[in-house]
């Protein structure tokens, strides 16, 4: 995913290392029988993707990771994503 400028590193998390930990995630709830749909980040990670994809979210469409529904969460720490 090409993300301009600093955009693709958010303090030591860069995006890369969000979709690796993202897929850790995947495989565990698969193994437990759940199928998330929605991929929770922290606010920042959010909005270095959504600039990455911005034609997407120009279109009204949800922007998609990994096959979830990529969410913006205050909650989430910037180094842990969260699946529901």
């Known amino acids: 995913m090409r993300v301009p400028g ?3 590193a ?4 860069s995006v890369a290392t969000l979709l690796d930990r993202a897929r850790e995630l995947m495989v565990q709830a698969w193994d437990r029988g759940h199928h998330p749909e929605y ?3 922290h ?5 270095a993707v959504m600039t990455a994809r911005r034609s997407e979210a120009a279109r009204g469409r949800p922007v998609r990771l990994l096959g979830m529904v990529l969410v913006a969460s ?3 720490p910037v180094e842990e994503p969260d699946l529901r």
């Open 43 to 47: 606010p920042t990670l959010y909005h």
């Open 74 to 76: 205050d909650e989430t």
């Open 6 to 8: 600093n955009a693709a």
């Open 39 to 41: 991929l929770l980040v």
């Open 10 to 13: 958010v303090g030591n998390v």
